[in-house]
C-alpha cells in the first residue's frame, strides 16, 4: 500500500505560480515512477507530468515550458512547479505513484486530488 498526500492548491489569477507537493508513505520502494495528472469539470483525467526513480519526466504538450516535476528521494515527495497559470489549467490536480510489480505489471496509486482554480 501507498499513501499519496497532497497540498498546494488553491486560487490564482492568470499568469501566477503554484507548487504541488505530494508526499508518499507506505511501500515506497517499488515505486517507479510518479506524476501528476489533472481532471477539468466534464473531462477525462490527463496526463500533467511523470517523473521516474531515475529522473527521467514527461510532459503534456498543454504544459510544456510552463510546468517543471521534481523529487526529493530523501523525503519521498514529488513536487510540481506551474508558472504562467492559464484559466485552462483549472482542474483537480492528482498525484500518482506507480508500481513495479513484475514484468508487464505495475500497479496506480491515487492520491485525494487537489483544487487548481485560475482565474482570468
Known amino acids: 500500500q501507498v499513501q499519496l498526500v497532497e497540498s498546494g492548491g488553491g486560487l490564482v489569477q492568470a499568469g501566477g505560480s503554484l507548487r504541488l507537493s505530494c508526499a508518499a508513505s507506505g511501500s515506497i520502494f517499488n515505486i517507479n515512477a510518479m506524476g501528476w495528472y489533472r481532471q477539468a469539470p466534464g473531462k477525462q483525467r490527463e496526463l500533467v507530468a511523470t517523473i521516474t526513480t531515475g529522473g527521467s519526466t514527461n510532459y503534456a504538450d498543454s504544459v510544456k515550458g510552463r510546468v517543471t516535476i521534481s523529487r526529493d528521494n530523501a523525503k519521498n515527495t514529488v513536487y510540481l512547479q506551474m508558472n504562467s497559470l492559464k484559466p485552462e489549467d483549472t482542474a483537480v490536480y492528482y498525484c500518482?505513484?506507480?508500481?513495479?510489480?513484475?514484468?508487464?505489471?505495475?500497479?496506480?496509486?491515487w492520491g485525494q486530488g487537489t483544487q487548481v482554480t485560475v482565474s482570468s
Open positions: 500518482n505513484a506507480r508500481l513495479y510489480i513484475r514484468l508487464g505489471v505495475t500497479l496506480d496509486y
